[in-house]
């Protein structure tokens, strides 16, 4: 049986009325659904495929919403339910558009000791976005999350996929923020 996904969900509770982001397609390209089909011949179970499989669906859709994470169980053929579990549950996919750099900032225990939240209100500051907003620009978004795997030189900064953990002072930051306004860090998806 093929459980249905729950009703619409976001990391925060929804306002009444309020729907999460739809995602301008409604379908993954036939080259996303072929490399899917492909990785899952690399596993014995296909429930295994899961996790690689929503990278590829967020990167083709833009983000992880529920017609990513319905795309991902159709390809795949496994219950709609099991993959709204785990893309909702690891902070690496997202449910609504972020920006061309979505920047996220760890605050855990190590990480805090180090000024983690300072860092990331400094980056609230000097992006002028919250968190869970895009900037009207489309370049920023931000987002406080849980351990990055590098704790002992935190706080520690991820830019869509790159990670800078070495402690990260003002210039530092800056040194970031401009490198993804020249476009030499890598845009989400690519
Ligand atoms: S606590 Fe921040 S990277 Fe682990």
């Known amino acids: ?71 991902v169980a159709r390809v795949l053929e496994i219950p709609e339910g099991h993959v709204f579990g ?6 690496m996919f997202h449910q609504k558009p972020v920006g061309k750099y979505h920047l996220q900032v760890c605050t855990n225990l190590c990480c805090a000791l180090r000024g983690g939240a300072q860092l990331f209100e400094k980056l609230r500051q000097r992006l002028a976005v919250q968190p869970g907003e895009v900037t009207a ?6 987002e ?8 002992g030189t935190g706080p520690c900064l991820q830019v869509n996929h790159e990670v800078y953990d070495e402690f990260i002072d003002d210039a ?12 030499h860090v890598p845009e989400w998806g690519k």
Request: aromatic share 6%; charged share 20%.
């Open 1 to 71: 049986m093929n459980h249905p996904l729950p009703p619409e969900t976001s990391e925060r509770p929804l306002a009444p009325g309020q729907r999460l982001a739809h995602a301008a397609r409604t379908s993954l390209s036939e080259s996303c659904v072929q490399e899917i089909q492909a990785l899952a011949t690399k596993y014995p179970d296909k429930l295994a495929a899961t996790l690689p499989a929503l990278y590829l669906a967020q990167a083709d859709m833009g983000f992880a919403g529920l017609e990513a994470m319905r795309e």
């Open 86 to 91: 785990v893309a909702t549950f690891y902070t």
């Open 137 to 142: 620009d489309g370049m920023w978004s931000i």
């Open 144 to 151: 406080e999350v849980e351990c990055l795997g590098s704790c």
């Open 172 to 183: 530092k930051l800056d040194a970031v923020i401009e490198a993804c306004r020249q476009g």
